[in-house]
């Protein structure tokens, strides 16, 4: 009876806990969305085609993004902190290098570039 009552509290906890890191992983993926969109924030998009988003005008200069849900999470990070370690001539702009995302704007940036595929 006590493996039984201790097996239930941790099922609740656990899933306690993965509603609530669901949520606010819905909520950092919406964030991570508007930075992408946004002018004065990241503006992605204004390089950046997304795989099943038709773009007219801008969004050709930067590869088409598709796939980034395989993509480790680090590697996404640092691509858009700094894309010059991995391609010394990129002409994605440091973005957390240069101070222009904050790392918590990044993070967001990231939950919405692994929903891409």
Do not use: R
Not at 15 to 27: I, L, Y
Not at 42 to 52: I, K, P, R, S, T
């Amino acid at each position: 009876m006590k493996l039984s009552k201790s097996l239930f509290l941790a099922l609740v906890a656990f899933t306690v806990f993965s509603v609530n890191g669901f949520a606010s992983n819905s909520e950092l993926i919406k964030e991570g969305e508007k930075i992408f969109n946004t002018k004065d924030l990241g503006n992605c998009l204004a390089c950046h085609a997304v795989n099943e988003k038709e773009v007219n005008g801008p969004g050709t200069m930067g590869p088409k993004l598709q796939y980034l849900s395989a993509w480790p999470e680090d590697a996404l990070y640092q691509k858009i902190y700094n894309p010059y370690t991995t391609n010394p001539i990129s002409a994605m702009p440091a973005f957390g290098k240069n101070g222009w995302l904050s790392h918590e704007q990044i993070q967001a940036l990231v939950a919405y570039l692994k929903t891409i595929n």
